[in-house]
C-alpha cells in the first residue's frame, strides 16, 4: 500500500490511478492526517503530491518532518519535490523561468555534472530502464536551488538545475515534472521504478462493472432518478450504468438550452431511445438560456447561471413524478477536480455540473463515473457495449457554446459560432483527422482587428480555433493539424462567416492553458 498526500495537485487523483493501474492499493490523505495515518496503515512508500501553494508562503500545506525519518521511501512531485527540499535544510525560491507545459530532463551524467554534484557513474535506481533524454510535462512556478545534504541532482532540465533530486542511501525521491500525467514519456516506468524502490509488489487489477452496478443499486434502492443527458459519451455511459443497475427506474432527460451542437439533440431523441428503449424527455429551453445569460461577461457567474438553471429545471421534472430522489449526471474527474473539489486544490473554473451546482438542490447527486477519467470511461462504455459512435464522440460542455462566446451572448452571436464551429468540423472531418483530435472547435474572442475585404477596410472580430490531444483530459498537447487543413478552415471563415477579419490557431498546451477559454 503506498500512501499519497494530497497537497492540491489538479493530478493527485492521476496518481492515485496510475496505482491502481499498476495493481497496487493506494489513499489519498491530508498533510495535516499524515503522520497518524501513514503510523496506522504502515505504507511501503510515501509520495507528495503537487500543489497551488509556495513552500515558503503563508500557511502553506505541509508535513510533520518525522515521515522522512520512518525508512519509509518517499517521492515527492513538484510541490511533493519542493516540500520535502525545503523541510530537510534545501532552499526553494520563486524561479527565475516558469515552467508549464512540455520540457526535456537529462539524467546524463555529463549534463548533470554541469551542477555543482552529481551522483556517480550509476543511473539512479528512480531512472533505470528509461533513456538519458526524454520530454516530461512541467507546471510550476518555484525552483529548488539548493538541496539538503545527502542530496544529488539526479536530472536537469534545460531551465532548472533540480529536475529531479535525491537522497538515494534514505530512500527519499523528488521530480519537478510529474510522471503521473499522460503526456510525460515514461512517467509510468518511473512510478514504477519508485514501486520497485519500496518492494511493493504490484498484481493486476481491472474497473469492475459489475461492482460500479452494485454500488449504484445499493444506493438507489427503489428510489427514481432524473437522468441529465447531454447527448455526449459520458451521460450515456453513466445512463448505461444506471439502467442497469435500476432499469425502469431512469427518467432521461435533455435539456435543450440552444447551447449545444446539432448532433446531440439527434443522439438523444434518435440513437438513445434505440439503445435504452426509452425515450428521453425534451425541454425546449433556448429563450430561457439567453435570457438568463444576456448581460453576463464574467466566465465564473455564466458556468454557474448555467449550472442553476440546468439543475431547476431537472428538479422541476422530478417535482412532477413519485418518489425522485436523485439527480444521475455523467461528472468525470477533470469535471470534479477543475471546481476546487478538494481541500488544497485552487478552483480552475467551475464545471456547471459540479462547482457551478447552486449550493441548496432538493435531488440527491447520483455521479457513477466521477472517479473516472475519460479513457476509462470509454473503456466502461465499450464493456457496457454502447456503440463506437457513442462512445469515440467529441466531448462536449455542458455550457456549451457558452463558454466559447467571449463576451455578450446573444442569438445572433450564437449563430455566428454555430457557423463557425462548423466549418472547423467539416474540414477536420473531410482531412480524416476526425478520430486523430480529442476536440476541436471555434472561439468568437469578442476582440476586433483590421482586414482587407473588397479594397475596403474592414474592422471584424477574430475567431480563434482550438484542437488538442490528450487522453484524460487533465494535460493536453495542441494538435498539429496539417497547414493546408489550417488554411481552408481560415479561408472559409473569413469568407463565409459574417463580420470577421481574422483566424488564429491556439497553440497553447494544457498546462498552462485550459481547453476551453472560458
Ligand atoms: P478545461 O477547459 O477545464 O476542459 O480544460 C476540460 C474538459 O472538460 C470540458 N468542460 C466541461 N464539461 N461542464 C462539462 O460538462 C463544464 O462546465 C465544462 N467545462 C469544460 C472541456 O470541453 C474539456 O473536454
Redesign the pocket.
Known sequence: MIIIIDFGSQTTHLIFRRMGEMGVKSTIIDPEDAINQINKLRPKGIILSGGPASVYGKNSPTVDKKIFGLKIPVLGICYGQQLLVHLLGGEVIAAKIKEYGPAFVSTKLKERSRTSSYYGEAKPALFVNIPDKFKVWMSHGDEVIKIPPGFRYLATSENIKAASVGDEKRNIYGVQFHPEVQHTDYGTEILKNFLNICQENPESREINIKDLVNDIKEKVGDKKVVMAL?G?T?SFVAAALIARSINRNLIPVYVDSGLMRDDALKNVTQVFPKLFGMKPKVLKVKNVFLKKLKNIIDPEKK?KA??MLYVRLFEKVAKRQKNVEFLGQ??TY??FI?SKSTKHAAL???????G?LPKKMKLKLLEPIRYFY?DQVRYIGKKLGLPEEVIYQQ?????GFA?RILGKITDKRLNKLKQADGIVMDEIERAGLKNKI??YFAILTSTKSTAIKGDGRFYGEIVAIRAYTTKD?MT?DWAKIPFHVLQHISTRIVNEVPEVSRVVYDITT?PPA???WE
Open positions: 447531454s455526449g459520458d458556468r448555467i449550472g455523467g461528472t477533470a469535471d477543475h480552475i473554473k467551475s464545471h456547471h455540473n459540479v457551478g475519460t466531448p462536449f460542455p455542458g455550457p463558454v480529442f476536440q483530459r493536453a494544457k485550459t481547453m476551453e
